[in-house]
């Protein structure tokens, strides 16, 4: 995808590095060793990725040295060619990783005119990088000069092809969603639960805050008419709100019984009130369906992420408001994995439909491949670095 020579375009260059201000960043520590250096530099969109590919590239090559070009305030050391061309001559790296949207011209420049090898990664491109704007011909041409392009969707790949990028040397990774560790609970607790059920349908209302709560109270009796041993399990995202919410769910005609009170719940118990959030970790266990509780009002304080219930196998339904989540459900939406809902009426239908096993297998198995892939798109990106750094010798004639 490189080409030699100066494609840059000069002109747009200057104008973009003229707008720099201050003193500019620090010369970052170039760490000492023998091993092969790597120079990186991550835009803060990819701040959350970067730490699952060092991870593995450390692993694969426990002698490589990084040396990250980390942005500082207002100044990007990408953006600084006396920097970059110091950094560039003393570490010698064998190749620069750039992580996200940011295409440092700098940095670009000077790996290129080394000849040493870029690679982008968790890159997404949008409709303007196809205009004829100086910024949008700026990025086409450092595109240009990309060893390889990993792009996180479907939408990026489709626009880099259309700037004719080398199809050789670009690939959808997906992007390297957060690696969170799966919610623990008793393996005791969960049998003995799970005894008690025997067999009802349950869902699960995860974190649930005080505007929701009717909405969930209608569902279930919707779900009730449908299955007449469906059984709620609700965490209130406010422990103090047990005992009142106990009274509005006796008051709405429902049969409640309270965890904090290790009270029995056989089929005459329609909703299980549990002593807010905790033992999380059991309850998406038992549940084969959850809502994810303030993504219906928009309350991000209530909003848990939704990866803990995709890494148990339960089925996700949650509302329009994405809170501090929007890249996670946005994954989790494009991947098949969820359940949206709009209003209470809809929550009521999705709650009557997923009682088909089938139908939350697919939803579930989809979200955990999700919440889990993260991992494998940080080795595809981390092997083809490797890739760079270790050429394959061309055979003697």
């Given at each position: ?11 747009g ?6 707008g720099?201000r ?7 520590a ?9 120079a990186i530099?991550t835009s803060?969109?990819?701040?959350r ?7 593995r ?8 040295r990084?040396?990250?070009l980390?942005v500082?305030?207002?100044d990007?050391p990408?953006?600084d ?8 001559d003393?570490?010698?790296?064998r190749?620069v990783l750039l992580?996200g ?25 949008t409709?303007?990088d196809l205009?004829?704007?100086?910024h949008a ?11 390889a392009?990993m ?5 990026s790949l ?15 990774t ?23 059920m025997?067999?009802r349908?349950?869902w ?5 805050p ?11 009796q919707?779900a009730?008419?449908?299955?007449h041993?469906?059984?709620?399990i609700i ?12 009274r ?5 005609g429902?049969?409640v019984?309270?965890?904090s ?7 005459e118990i329609?909703?299980?009130?549990t ?11 038992l549940a084969?369906?959850s809502?994810m ?5 928009g ?10 219930p995709?890494?148990?196998?339960s089925?996700i339904?949650h509302?329009?408001q994405?809170?501090?989540?929007a ?5 989790l ?6 359940r949206?809902?709009r ?9 009557t439909e997923?009682?088909?096993?089938e139908?939350i297998?697919?939803?579930?198995s989809?979200a ?6 993260g991992?494998?798109?940080a ?5 083809r670095?490797i890739?760079?750094l270790?050429p394959?010798?061309?055979p003697?004639?």
């Amino acid at each position: 995808m490189a080409t030699a020579g100066s494609g840059l375009g000069q002109l747009g260059l200057w104008l973009h590095l003229r707008g720099r201000r201050g003193d500019g960043p620090a010369l970052p520590a170039i760490p000492a060793g023998t091993g092969p250096a790597l120079a990186i530099h991550t835009s803060a969109d990819a701040l959350r990725a970067e730490p699952q590919i060092l991870g593995r590239l450390s692993r694969a090559r426990p002698g490589l040295r990084l040396v990250r070009l980390s942005v500082q305030g207002p100044d990007d050391p990408g953006d600084d060619p006396a920097l970059v061309s110091q950094v560039l001559d003393r570490a010698r790296p064998r190749a620069v990783l750039l992580l996200g949207t940011d295409l440092p011209p700098a940095l670009i420049a000077a790996a290129v005119a080394r000849q040493i090898p870029v690679i982008l990664a968790e890159f997404r491109l949008t409709g303007n990088d196809l205009g004829w704007g100086l910024h949008a011909r700026m990025r086409r041409q450092l595109l240009s000069q990309m060893r390889a392009v990993m792009v996180c969707d479907a939408t990026s790949l489709d626009l880099a092809r259309r700037m004719g990028l080398g199809a050789g040397d670009l690939a959808m990774t997906g992007p390297v969603s957060e690696i969170r560790e799966p919610l623990r609970c008793s393996e005791t607790e969960r049998a003995s639960m799970a005894q008690q059920m025997n067999g009802r349908h349950a869902w699960f209302a995860a974190s649930l805050p005080p505007a929701e709560e009717q909405a969930i109270l209608s569902a279930h009796q919707a779900a009730l008419r449908r299955s007449h041993r469906a059984l709620l399990i609700i965490a209130p995202d406010d422990p103090r709100r047990i005992d009142g919410l106990a009274r509005d769910i006796e008051a709405c005609g429902l049969t409640v019984a309270r965890r904090s009170e290790d009270e029995d719940f056989g089929d005459e118990i329609q909703v299980l009130l549990t002593d807010g959030p905790t033992e999380m970790g059991l309850w998406y266990r038992l549940a084969p369906v959850s809502f994810m509780g303030g993504t219906l009002s928009g309350d991000a304080d209530a909003m848990r992420h939704p990866f803990e219930p995709a890494a148990l196998g339960s089925a996700i339904v949650h509302g329009p408001q994405a809170g501090p989540h929007a890249t996670e459900w946005q994954q989790l939406t494009g991947a098949h994995a969820v359940r949206q809902v709009r209003t209470a009426d809809d929550l009521a239908q999705a709650v009557t439909e997923l009682t088909q096993p089938e139908t939350i297998a697919t939803l579930a198995s989809n979200a955990w491949m999700v919440s889990t892939g993260g991992a494998d798109v940080a080795i595809r990106i981390a092997d083809r670095v490797i890739a760079a750094l270790d050429p394959v010798e061309s055979p003697a004639p």
